[in-house]
């Protein structure tokens, strides 16, 4: 399988470091392009074996599959670059979730597809996002759900789920990091104990609790429930916990649709261009 990758910064590079280390990709199989092309070399230089190109439509051209990786408005552009180098046959996946499957399908003559990664995907973990468009074949789902599967847990959902499902799997670990920071940082506040130590301390407990709501098959409420004995300090605590995160969630999750629809609408109005 032959891949190109368009924009190699933060999560284009994850993208490559990962299939890579896993065994999915061959660095030989690889070719990349970015707008500021040391980014792509320094890749390339962690990876022998990828190819550098300068165009755009060149890591586009005779590629099985293009993963699109690029801010949402760069996309029409790099689409304008890549259009006549595409063809038919080919699976053109973007990452970026306001760019809609309709604006691809409208403007790319291939297959295509969105994918939303998650910064776990680093560790070989988490799950990563799948929504197809109509013109799409079975074959092309399975190559890239195969290809997925090395890095993490492929998941398909609905593109109108696509906001929330990406709050859960992609901001979520950062939603979570920012917790748990502040749960340290209260620690050491108030009782003095040494950050690495209560770092330490938390990230472990961190870990262990992914690990008993995935691979030991407990629930959050049974977890709640078989460390939380009545009327103990667990409990105490988790009763000020409720009260303070009243509504917590629900207004981060406003926030993040109502930039999503900024976002959207920006996206909309470069796509607005008629052929």
């Not at 209560?198 to 472990?204: F, K």
Request: hydrophobic fraction near 45%; charge should be neutral.
């Amino acid at each position: 399988m032959n891949v190109g990758f368009i924009g190699t910064g933060s999560m284009g590079g994850m993208l490559v470091d990962a299939f890579i280390r896993s065994g999915a990709l061959r660095p030989e199989c690889i070719t990349v392009a970015n707008r500021t092309p040391a980014k792509a070399e320094r890749l390339a230089i962690r990876h022998p074996g990828v190819r550098v190109v300068r165009l755009n439509a060149e890591a586009a051209a005779g590629r099985d599959l293009v993963f699109l990786c690029v801010k949402p408005l760069d996309f029409k552009p790099v689409i304008d670059e890549i259009r006549a180098s595409v063809q038919p046959e080919q699976l053109i996946v973007s990452i970026t979730s306001p760019v809609l499957l309709a604006h691809l399908e409208e403007w790319l003559p291939c297959r295509v597809a969105k994918v939303i990664p998650s910064i776990t995907n680093m560790a070989l973990s988490g799950v990563t996002l799948c929504i197809y468009g109509g013109r799409i074949e079975p074959g092309q789902m399975a190559m890239l759900e195969g290809l997925l599967s090395h890095i993490s847990q492929p998941v398909r959902v609905d593109e109108k789920y696509t906001r929330v499902v990406s709050d859960l799997s992609s901001c979520g670990p950062a939603f979570m990091a920012f917790v748990l920071r502040r749960f340290v940082d209260a620690a050491v506040e108030e009782t003095g104990i040494g950050r690495e130590e209560a770092e330490r301390l938390a990230t472990g407990m961190l870990f262990g609790t992914g690990r008993l709501l995935t691979g030991e098959g407990l629930s959050a409420d049974e977890l709640i429930r078989r460390v939380s004995v009545p009327g103990g300090i667990t409990a105490a605590a988790l009763k000020q916990l409720d009260s303070e995160l009243d509504g917590v969630f629900n207004r981060l999750i406003r926030t993040t649709h109502a930039k999503f629809r900024e976002d959207l609408a920006k996206v909309d109005q470069a796509f607005a261009v008629k052929h």
